[in-house]
């Protein structure tokens, strides 16, 4: 029996301006083109699921203005319980600031707003009032404040979930806090941060071993796939799905969100990871961090099923 995925993290409202090139500092580029759209990590996460056919609730804050009320209809209107989605008074809704060039590169500034505004016993008490998490996956990111990330990792662990942690962005995490993580997904960068590993020598397998996680570190890397480094076990690579990439905005949430999508239905770590490396490459194919989701008849089609 399927059980459900429960996302904590951020809910923002992108603002997109595409451009031929990305500006240098202080630079203007002129000529480019405005698209809004719906974001924030949680929000991308909990879209991702809930499009692959999960029962999901999103646990978060947006603030009391538009932006939230329109965050709020796009995450209902695919299919996502927002009945835990907090409304503060008195912070903004999340806003990000995403620059595209014509190779699909980005780069994004974030005004976190009602998001940093989460504090932990919030989440704590939408926690507890859920019961036994035996048979779900809590997907938590860290567009929060760290101390709201890991009260959620830990209170779900207590409640029986199966948890999963994006480390994105990799700033103010206790190394503590992943006892309570079952599975780690950082890019190779946030996996040097957390290992405290870098330069020349930096080695994936290694960085990851050091991390006290309690199943696999699952490292995500771009258009090479990602490496699965088991607590126990040999590592073993999942290549890339090879797509036209439009914009790679949100290819990182549709991962996340299609692995805990299918740990939730009950599948394998294996073709839980299969499932979600393919997510993350279709989602490079259409503008925005949500348009690109795949259907799971897109996701069939793109493994072969």
Do not use: Y
């Not at 990305?22 to 809930?50: C, I, M, W, Y």
């Amino acid at each position: 029996m399927s059980g459900r995925v429960i996302v904590v993290g951020s809910v923002n409202v992108d603002l997109v301006v595409w451009s031929a090139r990305l500006p240098a500092p202080g630079e203007t580029v002129s000529g480019g083109r405005f698209e809004q759209h719906d974001g924030g990590k949680g929000g991308n996460q909990a879209t991702a699921a809930a499009r692959l056919g999960a029962s999901v609730l999103l646990l978060g804050a947006v603030g009391a203005d538009s932006f939230g009320a329109q965050a709020r209809s796009a995450l209902a209107a695919a299919g996502v319980d927002v009945s835990g989605l907090a409304t503060n008074p008195t912070e903004a809704t999340g806003i990000a600031l995403i620059l595209v060039d014509a190779a699909g590169e980005n780069v994004i500034s974030v005004a976190s707003g009602a998001n940093l505004a989460l504090e932990p016993d919030a989440i704590e008490a939408e926690l507890a009032r859920l019961g036994s998490l035996v048979g779900d996956v809590v997907l938590v990111s860290n567009e929060l404040v760290p101390s709201t990330a890991a009260a959620a990792l830990r209170c779900a662990r207590a409640a029986g979930a199966r948890t999963i942690f994006n480390p994105a962005p990799a700033v103010g995490i206790d190394v503590s806090l992943l006892e309570f993580v079952d599975l780690l997904t950082p890019n190779r960068g946030e996996l040097a941060v957390l290992s405290g590993r870098t330069g020349s020598d930096f080695d994936a397998v290694s960085a990851a071993r050091a991390l006290p996680v309690r199943e696999a570190v699952i490292v995500t890397l771009g258009s090479d796939g990602v490496l699965v480094v088991p607590r126990d076990g040999a590592p073993w690579p999942v290549p890339a799905t090879v797509v036209e990439v439009v914009d790679t905005t949100g290819a990182g949430d549709a991962f996340n969100g299609a692995l805990a999508a299918a740990l939730a239905e009950g599948r394998s770590l294996e073709e839980a990871v299969r499932r979600a490396v393919a997510a993350g490459s279709l989602a490079t194919t259409r503008p925005g961090a949500r348009e690109g989701m795949p259907t799971p008849a897109e996701l069939d089609v793109a493994l072969g099923s």
